[in-house]
């Protein structure tokens, strides 16, 4: 929901820092990987219940992660690097959760476990959407230039984030965050439902 008011704010910048990144020869494809070593920090961070270190970390992978579209668009956009930049994403959602359960597994096992299963409706919602819409010939730059039709919904990257923030922020709040946000999630994922039935029927 907040993605494409994010985009007004962070793109001038990241604009600015891929253009230098792009000009001494940096490939987005090298931003995408390179955001995996503070994901899996991150990760690590989290299951010592170092959440100070964790939240740093996780900033540092989002960075990374809207640098990488800014440096393709000063070199060039692949369809590989959109590839690798949406299974980059999912795979760093996930392990962030997976951080949070090794944390402490009696109290987050559960919450982690039923986010995860969100994170899942609302990935295969979109990449389900996206793949019809190509079928279709369909587009849209509402969040910027992508290889692919980004859909909108409730939870986006941007909410995600702020939940990320959120729960290292108050990890003993873990448990409720995370199934409030995995509410807004189903609905995220109900109204991407309707939405493709009312723009992919047949009849």
């Known amino acids: 929901?907040?993605?494409?008011?994010?985009?007004?704010?962070?793109?001038?910048?990241?604009?600015?820092?891929?253009?230098?990144?792009?000009?001494?020869?940096?490939?987005?494809?090298?931003?995408?990987?390179?955001?995996?070593?503070?994901?899996?920090?991150?990760?690590?961070?989290?299951?010592?219940?170092?959440?100070?270190?964790?939240?740093?970390?996780?900033?540092?992978?989002?960075?990374?992660?809207?640098?990488?579209?800014?440096?393709?668009?000063?070199?060039?956009?692949?369809?590989?690097?959109?590839?690798?930049?949406?299974?980059?994403?999912?795979?760093?959602?996930?392990?962030?959760?997976?951080?949070?359960?090794?944390?402490?597994?009696?109290?987050?096992?559960?919450?982690?476990a039923a986010l995860m299963v969100s994170f899942f409706g609302t990935g295969s919602s979109f990449l389900a959407f996206a793949t019809i819409a190509a079928k279709r010939g369909l587009s849209t730059e509402a969040r910027g230039a992508k290889s692919f039709y980004y859909m909108g919904g409730l939870a986006e990257g941007t909410e995600t984030i702020l939940f990320f923030i959120l729960a290292c922020l108050a990890p003993q709040h873990f448990q409720w965050l995370a199934y409030g946000f995995a509410a807004i999630c189903w609905i995220t994922i109900a109204g991407r439902a309707l939405q493709a039935r009312a723009l992919f029927r047949d009849d």
């Open 1 to 112: 929901m907040l993605d494409a008011a994010m985009r007004t704010i962070i793109d001038p910048p990241l604009d600015r820092l891929g253009a230098l990144l792009a000009r001494i020869g940096v490939s987005a494809d090298c931003v995408t990987l390179f955001a995996l070593i503070p994901g899996a920090g991150a990760v690590w961070a989290l299951a010592h219940q170092a959440y100070g270190l964790a939240l740093a970390l996780i900033l540092v992978n989002r960075l990374c992660d809207g640098l990488d579209g800014a440096v393709a668009r000063h070199s060039r956009l692949t369809d590989f690097g959109g590839y690798l930049d949406i299974v980059s994403d999912f795979i760093f959602y996930a392990a962030v959760l997976l951080g949070f359960l090794l944390a402490d597994p009696d109290a987050n096992a559960i919450a982690a």
